[in-house]
């Protein structure tokens, strides 16, 4: 379940700020502007007994189409800039289909039939294991 709020203009104090409240820990994601999609977020998690949130970085392996841009990841347009890289790489064959790539039309067909079985098992009352959704 989620709620959200987005508010046009601009803001002295956040941006953008996601909470995550888990069982197991919380994550939280910040971005300086409100349109998250266009610059770099920053992700923060806690486990446990831990008492403080620290920034959590991101895993080489996902900016792996970006290495001429690794300082530039401030700029407000460093999302786009990497799905076209990301498109690029899929495009010219030096990313496989369906590996770690931009979003296309069977990803969305995918994603609609786990919410679909999602929403099925929870109208029933009984657990979906993830195997059986994706």
Known sequence: MAAM??????????GFHWEINGTEGDLVVKAD????????LR?????????????????????????QWTERTAEPSYNVVHQYALLREQITGRLAPDTDGVP???????RHRMLEQVRDAARIGRRAAPGECW
Do not use: N
């Open 33 to 40: 502007q409100a349109q998250w999609w266009s610059g770099r």
């Open 43 to 67: 992700l923060y998690g806690a486990r446990g007994s831990d008492g403080t949130l620290t920034e959590l970085s991101v895993p080489l392996h996902y900016e792996r189409s970006l290495t």
């Open 5 to 14: 709020h987005f508010r046009g203009g601009t803001s002295r104090a956040t």
């Open 104 to 110: 296309d039309f069977l990803h969305a067909v995918r």
